[in-house]
Nanobody
């Protein structure tokens, strides 16, 4: 079992930045693909970014160039640096872990989820 706990969300103005963290316990994350997803009110959960165990990354088109995913396997933590925030980035951001080495942007492909952290961007 893997337990994931997100932190770092908050209220920021348009153009602001945050650093989201996802701390894992129970298992080492070094062999998992880690993803960030988000869910806005009334919308489905959507893919944001993922990172493989070797550091390969992939982003959704809406965040590419503004968000950066990284991982520190020694600290068992994954990060999402979110810059140039827009009101449409407002959502609950979730961290997720997928067993194995194959990356995916489908929510159903991930095995473990955190409880989420709220990001609100004011205009």
């Amino acid at each position: 079992q893997v337990q994931l706990v997100e932190s770092g969300g908050g209220l920021v103005q348009t153009g602001g930045s945050l650093r989201l963290s996802c701390a894992a316990s129970g298992r080492t994350l070094s062999t998992y693909v880690m993803g960030w997803f988000r869910q806005a009110p009334g919308k489905e959960r959507e893919f944001v970014a993922h990172i493989t165990w070797s550091g390969g990354t992939y982003y959704s088109g809406s965040v590419k160039g503004r968000f950066t995913i990284s991982r520190d396997n020694a600290k068992n933590t994954v990060y999402l640096q979110v810059n140039s925030l827009k009101p449409e980035d407002t959502a609950v951001y979730y961290c997720a872990a997928r067993r194995g080495s194959l990356s995916s942007y489908y929510t159903e492909s991930y095995d473990y989820w955190g409880q989420g952290t709220q990001v609100t961007v004011s205009s």
